[in-house]
């Protein structure tokens, strides 16, 4: 190109088309959430004096870690939700998949499950807690029944949607039960029981909190129970901040490199 000469129309609107690329994509609306967010937090804190400040709170969550009780109580709580999670992860496969491959099954099964997803965290929290008191056993107990119902359903829909044809070659040419689970009704079901699992995350985390708020048996709900008690609402708030954090990195972090791992082979076959 010639010196003092204007770059092609072509080139101008390459860098125009990147500008907006860039602007539209998800980690620039991600950016605007975060920062809109913020500023609709700020008004509130304007508006309402009960509403602590962004600085107020995290002025809290300082102090929270200066007396050590941050790592101990999600400890507990981590402990709670994991085992809680795992059992909820395990069951709901293996009732998933027997009520996929099943209509007898699935016709027995079917009330309890759809029982299970009307029954909201707080009456599980409510219940285990009075059913096994305070420690341990009411929050993985709570974790486990507001959890596991996610899990049943969408496998249970994943492996109803497995070719026929290919189940019945496979009963045909007698593979065994369990070799057909393994090696066709499990990999096609990747994705469903993915999508399970982040859903029992996600209710099990509401689950296990109530259970700790309740139940006053240590842990973050514990802990975000007594500021509100305290009436220190910027205490509380810094607890809820914490409660979101766990969420976003688990689904950045966990979820999202899982859910690649499971579609790989439908990334691979488009």
Excluded: C
């Amino acid at each position: 190109m010639i010196v003092g000469e204007h770059p092609p129309a072509a080139e101008k609107e390459s860098s125009a088309t990147r500008w907006w690329r860039t602007l539209t994509s998800g980690v620039a609306a991600r950016v605007t959430f975060y920062v809109t967010a913020m500023l609709f937090w700020l008004l509130l804190a304007a508006l309402f004096d009960r509403v602590p400040t962004p600085v107020e709170v995290v002025a809290s969550l300082v102090e929270e870690f200066s007396r050590g009780e941050v790592f101990g109580n999600f400890a507990d709580t981590m402990y709670r939700f994991g085992a809680g999670v795992a059992l909820a992860t395990v069951v709901g496969i293996v009732v998933g998949v027997l009520m996929g491959l099943s209509q007898l099954s699935r016709a027995f099964l079917e009330s309890p499950v759809m029982v299970g997803l009307s029954i909201p965290a707080m009456i599980w929290a409510f219940l285990t807690v009075m059913w096994f008191g305070f420690g341990h056993l009411s929050p993985i107990a709570t974790t486990f029944l507001t959890a596991v119902p996610f899990v049943i359903i969408n496998v249970a829909q994943g492996v109803q949607g497995v070719s026929r044809d290919l189940r019945d070659m496979s009963s045909s040419y007698g593979v065994p039960l369990g070799r057909r689970v393994r090696d066709l009704v499990l990999p096609a079901v990747a994705g469903y029981v993915m999508a399970g699992v982040q859903f029992a995350v996600i209710m099990g985390w509401n689950g296990v909190l109530l259970a700790e708020w309740f139940g006053g048996s240590g842990g973050a709900g514990y802990r975000a129970r007594y500021w509100y008690d305290a009436n220190q609402f910027a205490g509380f708030a810094a607890w809820v901040v914490l409660f979101v954090g766990v969420i976003i990195v688990l689904d950045r972090l966990v979820f999202d490199r899982a859910a690649r791992r499971a579609f790989r082979w439908r990334d691979a076959t488009s």
